[in-house]
């Protein structure tokens, strides 16, 4: 069964730190993993893309790593402000089965 | 492109009341994926379209969930009857699929539907 886990499932930083969120997955076939943020009471909104020949991508202060032998992606936030306030969702999209599933999400809170 | 559409943004109904919910994807791609969002299951794959066909609706709660996609730019999830633990932010995502792959979902608004 395609499976997706975020740990921690809150977190809480000072402003300027630097953080790291955690997705793992089960599934072997994996073809992407998609980082997304949410605002309260909005949509997704998509981060960054990591294709399964991929071992990071990088936008701005972000930087998600890649590693399908161990079932695990990363989100780096550098010099953390408190407008990064949300909650992040990893998905993995399946070549198995087509369906991209999702983690239960990590709600961030950065404070000034 | 305007995005993911979906209509409406807001839904309240009696229980028991029929509940349609619309979404138009991004022009040119061709998976569509219905999510459910609550607090305590988080975001759950309903179905999803490829090419207009539906490919998994494993993820459909029960027989009152209907989906269907009648052509490229348009898609409804159908609730009937509705009942208050049905509940929840519906999510429509497109994508562009080519075969075996998945390139970036991009999501709508959703519809926060709210069943008393």
Redesign the interface.
């Known amino acids: 069964k395609q499976e997706v886990t975020q740990i921690p499932a809150a977190l809480s930083v000072p402003e300027g730190e630097n953080l790291v969120l955690n997705c793992s997955f089960t599934d072997s076939a994996i073809y992407n993993l998609q980082w997304f943020r949410q605002d309260p009471g909005k949509g997704l909104t998509s981060l960054l893309l990591i294709q399964s020949s991929q071992r990071e991508q990088t936008s701005g202060r972000l930087n998600a790593s890649l590693d399908k032998s161990s079932g695990r992606s990363t989100l780096y936030i550098a010099a953390s402000q408190p407008g990064d306030s949300a909650t992040y969702l990893c998905a993995e999209g399946s070549s198995n089965t087509g369906k991209l599933i999702f983690g239960q999400g990590t709600t961030l809170q950065v404070k000034p | 492109d305007a995005g993911v559409i979906q209509s409406p943004r807001h839904e309240v109904t009696e229980m028991g009341q029929e509940v349609t919910l619309r979404c138009k994807p991004i022009s040119g791609h061709n998976?569509l994926?219905w999510?459910r969002q609550t607090m305590m299951r988080?975001?759950e794959?309903l179905i999803?379209f490829?090419n207009n066909v539906p490919?998994?609706d494993s993820g459909m709660p029960e027989d009152r969930f209907s989906a269907k996609m009648p052509n490229a730019s348009f898609s409804t999830l159908k609730i009937q009857p509705s009942e208050p633990r049905d509940s929840a932010v519906y999510?429509c995502?497109s994508?562009l699929?080519p075969p075996?792959?998945?390139?970036?979902?991009?999501?709508?608004?959703?519809t926060r539907l709210t069943v008393v």
């Open positions: 998976s994926f999510y988080g975001l794959l999803y490829n490919i998994d999510f995502a994508s699929l075996g792959r998945h390139t970036e979902a991009f999501f709508g608004q959703g």
